[in-house]
């Protein structure tokens, strides 16, 4: 038997109904839908504002979505793999609990945390598992809550996030054209003190202390943040380019996690990619760290084609970043 190559052979998804508009923001915080345009590019974001909902009522939903598509018998499923750093609890895995709502009998299930990487090394991970010739089909899925971690009084932080969550099966091809075909993932140990939660783990557990002080929502300092993702984006992104031959000719989409638009035009320029080829969706739904990239997929499935190369990369807290090359297997508007 020739090599297992992994494929994504369909897409789900799930956005919360609650729109925030920069208009709704800014009678929360002193910004201004001017301000937010220019300097991160998000018009709206969704928000799971629903009581006693988290990160694995919307991985679920994407999943349900992603099942219902394929029309796959749930005792076929073999993993579930969940990327989020908003998990419903410190534990059990928010994986284990989508796949008791998904009914699956013959699957395991457990998460990652990788911040806005986590969907990109998560889909590293199961491609070697299924390129391994032990699994057949896994459930990936990006998601996560950003809304529980954000302060909606810190005008710096809370244009940025969202919520959402993407699903991806992943399966085996003997096609040797299709699937995964290189990534390149790198993490630098410099990330915590700019970005981070600084209480609620084990360093520092929950306290009248670390609520009086804020101490449970997102940490940034956006400019050091902003720098290490444009150069570790672009960087990598150009390295999986360069040795594997891809240029603006034979390349159809960059897929970029969604931070900042910015961060995505600064990749695209130094590949001299039009960004008529760059997956865009921070305008609809900000940064929904671990969903970007599945979300990305989800809104463009219809527009891709059999054979279509795509470069994904993200950067997040750690510092994690990464770039990974594959193959789309199926034309998107037949499935
Ligand atoms: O997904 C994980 C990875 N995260 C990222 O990639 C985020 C990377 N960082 C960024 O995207 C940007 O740094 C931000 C969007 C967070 C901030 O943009 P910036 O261009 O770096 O702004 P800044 O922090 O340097 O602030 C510039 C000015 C400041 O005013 P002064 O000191 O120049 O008077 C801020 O107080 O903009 C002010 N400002 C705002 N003004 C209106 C900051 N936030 C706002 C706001 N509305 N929401």
């Known amino acids: 038997m020739g090599k297992i190559h992994a494929v994504i052979t369909g897409v789900g998804g799930y956005v919360p109904e609650y729109v925030l508009n920069n208009d709704e923001l800014s009678r929360m915080v002193d910004t201004n839908d001017e301000w937010i345009m220019t300097r991160i590019g998000v018009k709206e974001r969704r928000i799971l504002n629903e009581e006693g909902l988290g990160t ?4 679920r939903k994407a999943a349900k979505q992603l099942m219902q598509k394929l029309n796959y018998d749930p005792n076929t499923i073999d993993a579930v793999i969940v990327a989020t750093s908003t998990a419903d609890y410190h534990f059990p895995s928010t994986a284990s609990i989508v796949l008791g709502h998904l009914g699956l009998k ?9 911040a806005c990487c986590g969907f990109l090394y998560t889909m590293d991970l199961a491609a070697a598992m299924i390129e391994s010739g032990r699994y057949k089909r896994i459930i990936v899925i990006g998601a996560d809550k950003m809304s529980s971690v954000v302060d909606y009084t810190e005008r710096a932080t809370c244009p940025i996030f969202g919520d959402g969550a993407g699903a991806v099966m992943v399966e085996p091809s003997e096609d040797e054209t299709l699937g995964w075909k290189d990534s390149k993932l790198s993490t630098d140990g410099k990330g915590l003190p700019f970005l981070c939660l600084k209480a609620g783990g084990s360093v520092c557990p929950p306290s009248y202390f670390t609520i009086d002080h804020k101490m449970h929502y997102i940490h940034q300092e956006g400019r050091t943040v902003f720098k ?7 960087d990598l992104t150009a390295e999986i380019a360069e040795r594997n031959g891809l240029n603006k000719d034979n390349l159809a989409w960059v897929v970029p996690h969604q931070a900042n638009v910015r961060i995505i035009q600064a990749v695209a320029h130094r590949l001299e990619l039009p960004m008529e080829k760059v997956m865009l969706n921070i305008q609809r739904y900000g940064n929904t760290s671990a969903g970007t990239l599945p979300l990305a997929l989800w809104d463009y499935e219809k527009k891709l084609k059999k054979g279509d190369n795509l470069i994904l990369t993200a950067f997040g807290a750690g510092f994690v970043s990464g770039a990974a090359y594959m193959t789309w297997a199926y034309d998107g508007d037949k499935l």
Do not use: C, L, P, R
């Not at 694995?56 to 991985?59: N, Q, S, W």
């Not at 013959?106 to 990788?114: G, L, Q, W």
């Open 56 to 59: 694995g009522y919307m991985a």
């Open 106 to 114: 013959n699957a395991f299930a457990f998460d990652i945390s990788a």
């Open 228 to 234: 290490y993702a444009v150069t570790a984006m672009s």
